[in-house]
Nanobody
């Protein structure tokens, strides 16, 4: 089992920045990838970014490349999502997720992520 706890969300004005953290515990070394997803009201949960245990990173949407940065600590216990130049379209609940033991490559596919945190709200005001 893997436990994930997100923090760092909040209310920010357009153009501002936030850095989300995801603290992972339990059998985290069974997970090859830690990722971030988000879900806005009335919309499906979507992939944001992911990073592998070896440090390979992937940002989902083209619009987010250059604004979003994902990183991890050396111990594979915490993953970060730095978000810059935020706009109201970034408003959503952001979830941290970890892949299961059957997934050994980078993935943006939601069903490959077996463990999920409770989410942290990010609200960007105009």
């Amino acid at each position: 089992q893997v436990q994930l706890v997100e923090s760092g969300g909040g209310l920010v004005q357009t153009g501002g920045s936030l850095k989300l953290s995801c603290a992972a515990s339990g059998s985290i070394f069974d997970s090859y990838v830690l990722g971030w997803f988000r879900q806005a009201p009335g919309k499906e949960r979507e992939f944001v970014a992911a990073i592998s245990r070896g440090g390979t990173a992937m940002i989902g949407e083209e619009n987010n490349k250059g604004r979003y940065f994902i990183s991890k600590d050396a111990a594979w216990g915490t993953v970060y999502l730095e978000m810059n130049n935020l706009n109201p379209e970034d408003t959503a609940v952001y979830y941290c997720a970890a892949t299961g033991t059957g997934t050994m490559g980078m993935t943006a596919t939601l069903r490959h992520y077996k463990y999920w945190g409770q989410g942290t709200q990010v609200t960007v005001s105009s």
